[in-house]
């Protein structure tokens, strides 16, 4: 026995509800049956709009009225669905007779028979999910990707000439700018968002088999794949004429594999920036009242990015799992796409609270230039690199009889810490020419950037 009120088995249902709200309005099943209500009323427009089968357009007001059933889709359809499906034991059957109840209220029982004519499920399932995933995309987590985008940006001008010493391999390496590093994720991201939103979201509409045969029985001389194709487009959607019961899903596969690419390039900067917080180079602002550690005062985790993190990898994981099971259907159908096709909103729920931990993390953040400055004044020996390249130059030029500048270089440098007046003292006995060797000594780890500046724009 528990004492406990029914709670929810999902952390996006329970604690995370506030974060997900947006998408459960395209993704759960309450949206995923708005949407098939919305596909049967306009197919019965389509139709009555056709004057087929000896029927006329629907006056204005009636078109309203029914398609207020979608419009103001609510708790009394989401009940009435549910006591009906627990008879029909089937979903769609269920938002049939919805549509038909409406249908006799509105004293249009006269067309009631055009009420999922000539459909499988399949049809009315095909454009219903395309709808709610589109919606879902591009309305609610799209923005969320490009607002975490955008702070990308903005950090990355305002530190765009904040030099850095690079960590390759986590070893000190030839100096960056904090500005540009964070243009490389805006950059990556964005590139990926383009992708994405030039996605397409198809749909089927031709019967049990893909084959219009039920459409042909009862009308051979309509063009049904013409009618069918008008009324997928009307809907804002792209049309596939060719599928077997079910649309291939394979736009499905195409955008979650995007999606799951998206997080991998999240997750790498949500470990990237907990490293740079780990290093000092970024101070994390408090928030009033908020505790870090229960035993440690002074810490500030780093949260925002775990969380993030941890999310993308659920993300990714579901998000895989569904691209690999949706590519494949069993002759001309199988049900196995059913089950999975019901995680869509897990997955973009704990995508989207990923972006969410980011876009306020990276809005948590103070850059310690003070500290970048000391850790590349620390470490002269970077300059190792600028000089033997120099040095080969001036081979090349005929100013220099050096043999082998790199092995000269690595025989300074490597393993050792070199100071500027070591550097100095090297570079003043070098044989190469006047000016480059006041380039040289002209050079600071500081300013051995390089374009790092420069490219924050490509971004």
């Not at 099943?29 to 389509?46: F, K, P, S, Y």
């Not at 007001?61 to 359809?77: N, P, S, W």
């Not at 799209?142 to 030099?163: K, T």
Request: charged residues 20%.
């Amino acid at each position: 026995m528990t004492t406990l009120p029914p709670q929810p088995l999902s952390p996006l249902d329970g604690r995370y509800r506030p974060v997900v709200t947006a998408l459960a309005d395209h993704l759960s099943e309450a949206g995923l049956n708005r949407a098939r209500v919305e596909v049967e009323v306009e197919w019965l427009i389509t139709l009555t709009d056709r004057s087929l089968f000896g029927t006329h357009p629907l006056p204005d007001d009636k078109k309203t009225a029914l398609r207020a059933l979608y419009l103001t889709f609510g708790q009394a359809e989401i009940d009435w669905l549910a006591e009906r499906e627990a008879v029909t034991r089937h979903d769609v059957k269920a938002v049939e007779y919805l549509v038909r109840d409406r249908l006799a209220a509105l004293d249009l029982d006269a067309i009631a028979e055009l009420t999922h004519f000539a459909c499988t499920s399949e049809d009315i399932n095909s454009l219903s999910y395309a709808l709610t995933v589109q919606r879902a995309v591009t309305q609610v987590w799209l923005p969320a990707l490009r607002a975490v985008i955008e702070r990308l940006r903005q950090l990355s001008a305002e530190h765009r000439d904040a030099p850095m010493l690079s960590r390759t391999h986590g070893q000190p390496a030839t100096p960056t700018t904090m500005g540009k590093e964070l243009a490389v994720f805006a950059a990556r991201l964005q590139r990926v968002a383009a992708r994405i939103e030039a996605s397409e979201y198809l749909g089927k509409f031709s019967g049990a088999t893909g084959t219009w045969s039920a459409h042909l029985a009862a009308a051979p001389e309509v063009n049904w794949p013409l009618v069918a194709r008008e009324f997928v487009e009307s809907l804002g959607l792209d049309f596939n004429p060719l599928t077997t019961q079910i649309e291939s899903h394979d736009w499905q596969v195409e955008l979650y594999d995007l999606a799951r690419h998206a997080g991998g390039i999240l997750h790498n900067l949500a470990t990237d920036v907990w490293t740079y917080i780990s290093l000092g180079y970024f101070t994390q602002i408090p928030v009033a009242g908020a505790t870090g550690s229960s035993t440690m005062p002074h810490k500030i985790n780093p949260i925002r990015f775990e969380n993030a993190e941890a999310n993308l990898e659920i993300a990714g994981a579901l998000f895989g799992s569904l691209s690999q099971t949706l590519v494949t259907s069993r002759l001309q159908r199988d049900l196995t796409d059913s089950s999975t096709q019901r995680n869509i909103g897990v997955a973009f729920g704990h995508s989207l609270l990923a972006l969410d931990n980011l876009r306020r993390g990276l809005g948590e953040i103070s850059l310690a230039d003070d500290l970048l400055l000391a850790d590349l004044d620390a470490n002269w020996e970077v300059l190792g690199e600028a000089i033997q390249t120099v040095v080969r130059a001036e081979v090349v030029a005929g100013r220099s009889s050096i043999s082998d500048p790199y092995a000269l270089l690595k025989e300074l440098t490597r393993g050792r810490r070199v100071g500027a007046a070591d550097l100095a003292a090297f570079i003043g006995g070098l044989e190469i020419g006047d000016a480059a060797r006041e380039r040289l000594l002209a050079l600071t780890p500081a300013t051995y950037t390089g374009l790092a500046a420069q490219l924050v724009d490509e971004a």
